[in-house]
């Protein structure tokens, strides 16, 4: 609870605090295969993994075409729910950690013991939905035809998420590779590299060290 205090109201937290407590798990940088290590091999019961701190990336393959998602402190994991292999279409997961991760493994026992405050499950269950609304976000901007508003759309998406206010416009702290960004988007790397000169000559989206950007566009003009 300490560690995610919006999960419960604060009238809540003094008993849960002493009930709520998860296993975890730490992930390094690089690949990660969440089905390995320290994680059991069935997971009846469990609500699911919940990031506390840091920053992965999931990579979704489907016959040779890729598409990622960024996920960070807050988001609920279910790796084991994958495609099983009834589908028509083959798919596979691939995980990558940005940077140290910590993860709380909300297993079959916390799950018992969070059984006693519903309103835990249910900011889960909305976490989860917003989750779905922010793919739904990525899918309508690889609908633009033009690079700049994809990019544009994205950043502003990802300020949304992790962005901080500052004197010199929105500061956004994550390590992006042109790569992922590619990815993202659904543009081609050699797009996303020249487009982004382009918004960067504009003032627009400005990249400030590796793990550092800077949004200056005024959030009511238009994307294109």
Request: contains cysteine; glycine residues 8%.
């Amino acid at each position: 609870m300490d560690e995610d205090p919006a999960l419960l109201g604060n009238h809540e937290r003094p008993l849960a605090r002493r009930e709520l407590i998860a296993r975890e798990l730490l992930v390094r940088t690089g690949a990660w295969t969440p089905l390995t290590d320290d994680l059991p091999r069935a997971f009846d019961g469990w609500l699911g993994l919940l990031v506390l701190d840091g920053l992965l990336v999931r990579q979704t393959e489907v016959n040779g075409l890729r598409c990622s998602e960024l996920l960070g402190p807050g988001d609920l994991l279910r790796p084991w729910d994958e495609t099983g292999t009834e589908a028509t279409l083959e798919s596979s997961a691939h995980w990558r950690a940005l940077q140290p991760t910590r993860i709380a493994l909300l297993d079959a026992g916390f799950a018992r013991r969070a059984a006693r405050w519903p309103a835990l499950t249910a900011e889960l269950l909305q976490r989860t939905v917003a989750r779905s609304r922010s793919l739904s976000v990525l899918l309508a901007l690889t609908q633009a035809r033009r690079a700049d508003v994809r990019l544009r759309t994205l950043f502003w998406h990802l300020a949304d998420r992790w962005g901080r206010v500052t004197p010199n416009g929105i500061v956004l702290p994550l390590s992006l590779t042109h790569d992922l960004i590619a990815q993202l988007t659904g543009l081609r790397r050699p797009s996303v590299s020249l487009t982004l000169g382009e918004l960067e000559r504009a003032g627009e989206i400005v990249r400030v060290g590796r793990a550092r950007w800077v949004l200056t566009t005024p959030r009511g003009s238009s994307p294109a």
